[in-house]
């Protein structure tokens, strides 16, 4: 077995970084050759990569470093410099030096260079793991070049979209503690998050889904609006004025849109776009870190790579199903700042991914999640079609069964943002405000997934620690001016529910009426 234990002088290290690496030493000697090394936001990812680096540079062993970025290099290489480290590179402008005991390199380039694959790796390690080992450079080093390495991959997140997980890949994990735990030790901001009510989220009926995630060029059309574009504004001028602001957007056009509105409205902004330079990059950041601009717009360009631990506020401006990148971007604002006077975080979220995929705090543990065994927090949300019964993705607009087609009749909202709180914050309040949204929001997400209406019950008690009160259930899923068509929708549900559980006409009648309340049940029936 490779060993890395060794103490080389290094940045100091948290008592949780020390334990984490030791139970990754624990596991190493049981016989594990892949562990995934699970830190979040804030449990300082690049020390303990870099302290275990150090380690096994210290112990005579050779350590490959796999980055899919081209911006991580660099941050990579900064990083290993604090621990004193010497290193090579496999990436196109950085020097070649095989002779170094540490290889820094962009998946990218291993495509066009061949010498790495007889390199004599003794541990390979992949940063952002979750995407990283799933590569096809990533797979080719695991199973076919160094299949006798220690393979460690680091993430902040182990949920990912897609077919595999990571569990697939990796045998074992060692994790960090968990956001709401690392707020407490001081070692993240406190968060508040704003998300569009329920009822009023973004019309997503006519998105597609593809590659696991929504299809950009229809959140184009849904997301790109100048009224929610305005609208967004307007409610950063109501909640944070003034506060450096990071935006993640649908695409570039999307990002220039969001950013003319706050110029407009005489608030500086700027744009960071796939094809903004490296330089030009590291200037927009300074220039949001030094506040001469409040607003930085991107598309896939700061939710990784990133760190302006300044940063205050994120506008959640394009819908994921993407549990991984959803708390990538929220992980943006979530670092402390103490030279700046950053008391906190605040999430904008227009997109409903809050009330879509939760947030970072209600993680209680970290798991490893496989194909076999999903993970109820990477999952994708389904629904049950009311007239066939398949089971599909909830937002599917067609069912491929039986071409049921669900109704889409929503305008497009620009409503005001709501306050949305944490688990533990609901477990210890008694507002009935609170605790009825949240109930409202079990309901929403029962329906949408085709389990029996006791389901939200038992989820809101689970959470919570107490029952729900029964009069929150009216007007939870179809807001208080249901349709007929969504009368007739509820009652095939409730049908399709009774049909497979056993349930009599009077149970249907019963939830029918809690929904949309008494007598209405005969409007079905004419």
């Known amino acids: 077995m490779v060993d890395l234990e060794t103490r080389p002088a290094a940045p100091k290290l948290r008592p949780y970084q020390v334990q984490l690496i030791n139970d990754l030493y624990v596991k190493m000697r049981q016989g594990h050759r892949r562990i995934a090394i699970v830190a979040g936001t804030g449990a300082g990812k690049t020390v303990i990569g870099g302290q275990i680096c150090a380690q096994a540079e210290a112990k005579g062993l050779k350590l490959l470093f796999l980055v899919h970025l081209d911006v991580l290099v660099g941050q990579t290489h900064d990083k290993m410099q604090s621990f ?154 109501r909640l944070t004025p003034d506060k450096r602001t990071i935006a993640f957007c649908v695409d570039v056009g999307h990002a220039r849109h ?150 889409s009749d929503r305008p497009v909202c620009a409503e005001d943002l709501v306050e949305v709180v944490s688990l533990e914050q609901l477990r210890q309040t008694d507002d009935e405000r609170l605790l009825r949204k949240f109930f409202q929001v079990q309901r929403q997400r029962t329906f949408q997934r085709g389990h029996a209406p006791n389901w939200a019950r038992r989820a809101y008690y689970d959470q919570i620690g107490r029952w729900p009160e029964e009069v929150w259930a009216r007007y939870s899923i179809f807001g208080e001016q249901p349709t007929l068509k969504d009368k007739l929708t509820y009652q095939r549900y409730l049908g399709a529910i009774a049909q497979k559980q056993g349930k009599t006409l009077e149970w249907i009648v019963q939830e029918f009426e809690l929904e949309f309340g008494p007598r209405t049940w005969r409007e079905v029936m004419r």
């Not at 170094?100 to 390199?119: E, G, H, L, V, Y």
């Not at 704003?194 to 889904?209: H, K, W, Y």
């Not at 700061?302 to 199903?321: N, W």
């Open 258 to 407: 969001v950013a003319d509105a706050f110029n407009e409205a005489g608030i500086p902004a700027a744009v960071v776009a796939g094809s903004t330079p490296i330089k030009e990059r590291q200037r927009l950041y300074r220039a949001l870190g030094a506040g001469e601009i409040l607003v930085l717009t991107s598309c896939n360009v700061i939710s990784i790579g990133f760190d302006e631990p300044s940063v205050e506020v994120g506008l959640l401006l394009r819908p994921t199903q993407s549990v991984a990148l959803h708390h990538q971007q929220i992980g943006r604002v979530m670092r402390i700042s103490p030279g700046t006077g950053k008391t906190g975080g605040i999430i904008l979220d227009q997109a409903g991914n809050v009330q879509r995929l939760g947030i970072p705090e209600d993680i209680q543990e970290y798991s490893l999640p496989s194909t076999r065994e999903a993970s109820a927090e990477g999952e994708v949300p389904k629904k049950q079609c009311p007239q066939c019964q398949a089971v599909v993705l909830s937002f599917a607009t067609e069912c491929p069964h039986c071409r049921y087609e669900w109704p």
């Open 84 to 237: 004193g480290l010497h290193c090579g590179f496999i990436k196109s402008g950085w020097p070649e030096v095989p002779d170094a005991p540490i290889q820094i390199a962009s998946i990218q380039t291993m495509a066009k260079r061949d010498w790495w694959r007889q390199w004599p790796a003794d541990v390979v390690f992949y940063d952002e793991g979750h995407t990283t080992v799933f590569s096809q450079i990533g797979q080719e080093v695991m199973y076919t070049t160094h299949p006798k390495a220690i393979h460690l991959a680091m993430t902040a997140t182990p949920y990912r979209l897609g077919p595999e997980q990571l569990g697939e890949h990796m045998e074992t994990l060692v994790a960090s503690p968990v956001p709401s735990e690392l707020q407490k030790m001081g070692f993240l901001a406190s968060m508040r998050y704003f998300s569009m009510p329920a009822e009023s989220q973004m019309d997503l009926d006519g998105v597609r889904t593809m590659a696991g995630d929504f299809d950009e060029r229809d959140l184009k059309n849904a997301c790109d609006r100048p009224e929610l574009i305005q609208k967004i504004v307007t409610e950063w001028q």
